[in-house]
């Protein structure tokens, strides 16, 4: 009976030695790898820091109110004298959309008809508009009927 309890003792000893031993190995690496954890939270605090700057300096400041009317009101005195009107728009960031309600579409083949809207329907750059949205895209849509069922869209080059 002494001998099982001689073993056990002696088991007791080599699981307490292991647990220590493991318990140094873990407070090693831990030390061990923070100076490299802390690099690696410096790097990506400062691609953070660059990737934020890019994305503001990027961002486009949206139009005031104030400026959006004037929009509105330029292209809704330019269809004055025809039977077109303009039906909204729309101020989307860096977007600008202007929807011409025609009473027909036009019947002009898709090269012109990109020509005439940039000539007739964009303002030119002496124009106070071109000023305005010169760092916007501005997409000018001529559409018939209530739902827009055909519609034809040009990019104005402002």
Not at 7 to 35: F, G, M, N, Q
Not at 42 to 63: D, H, P, R, T, Y
Not at 99 to 117: D, F
Request: aromatic residues 8%; contains cysteine; positive net charge.
């Amino acid at each position: 009976m002494t001998q099982q309890t001689l073993k056990h003792r002696d088991w007791v000893k080599i699981i307490d030695k292991r647990h220590r031993e493991l318990s140094l190995k873990k407070k090693k690496t831990i030390a061990d790898l923070l100076p490299c954890y802390l690099i690696c939270s410096v790097a990506i605090g400062s691609a953070f820091l660059i990737l934020s700057s890019f994305i503001k300096s990027n961002k486009q400041e949206e139009l005031s109110a104030q400026e959006k009317q004037i929009i509105q009101q330029y292209f809704s005195k330019k269809l004055k004298a025809g039977r077109w009107y303009l039906s909204h728009s729309d101020f989307n960031g860096n977007n600008i959309s202007i929807y011409i309600n025609l009473p027909e579409l036009l019947p002009i083949e898709e090269p012109y008809l990109s020509n005439y809207i940039q000539n007739t329907l964009c303002p030119s750059r002496k124009e106070h508009e071109s000023k305005l949205i010169e760092n916007y895209n501005l997409l000018i849509n001529l559409f018939t009927g209530p739902k827009a069922t055909s519609m034809q869209s040009t990019r104005c080059k402002v």
